[in-house]
């Protein structure tokens, strides 16, 4: 799936695209930045702005359950999904895109995947991130683009710059995989599979 063909792919509010052309690198190399650079700093994040969201809710009492409460519940879903997602990624997916690369450049057959083509986990990856899109859409919608609200500014301040940086930051991650990595591991398993 191409930006093409997601608009969402391409949206990436404030942020930009890297200044690496990853369509020229290794794959092991886009992977490596990815699991370094992107999972990383989710494995940091997701947890930091879940806990934010769930001491504000509290602190700031009955009133912020009404709004904050359903953005806890996006924001908690999103994080679970994720968390499961990376997982996949890294003990399923990328080792075999790795070991594929690696037989091509050795000029030897690469095993085929347990799971039939490399088509099949990356089809429920992008499932994975058109989710990962819609609950960033929501939680854009639920802090009306990250606009802080008339009480309670300072509260909220560092919560949604968060929120802001880790949707950027996401765009980028997910950029990576579905327009870089995802359609050059669907070319190389048909050159290097025979």
């Known amino acids: 799936m191409t930006s093409d063909t997601n608009p969402r792919a391409g ?14 690198k290794p794959l092991y190399e886009l992977i490596e930045h990815i699991v370094e650079r992107h999972h990383e ?14 001491l504000m809710t509290v602190r700031l009492g009955e009133g912020a359950r009404g709004t904050l409460g359903p953005l806890l519940d996006v924001f908690s879903g999103m994080k679970n999904e994720l968390d499961d997602h990376m997982r996949k990624e890294e003990m399923i997916l990328f080792p075999f895109i790795e070991r594929t690369e690696r037989s091509f ?5 690469a095993d085929p995947p347990p799971f039939g083509t490399v088509r099949n986990p990356i089809q429920t990856m992008l499932i994975d991130h058109d989710s ?4 960033l859409k929501q939680i854009r919608q639920m802090t009306n683009g ?26 980028i991650h997910i950029h990576l995989e579905n327009d870089i990595l995802f359609p050059r591991a669907l070319a190389l398993e048909k050159d290097a599979i025979r």
């Open 11 to 24: 949206q990436t509010g404030t942020s930009s695209l890297p200044a690496t052309d990853w369509s020229k």
């Open 132 to 135: 990962t899109f819609d609950a």
């Open 105 to 109: 450049e050795e000029g030897v057959p």
């Open 41 to 54: 700093y989710l494995r940091e994040e997701l947890p930091a702005i879940e806990e934010k969201l769930e």
């Open 146 to 171: 990250y606009t802080l609200p008339g009480e309670d500014r300072e509260a909220h301040e560092a919560l949604y710059k968060g929120l802001e940086e880790l949707e950027s930051d996401l765009r």
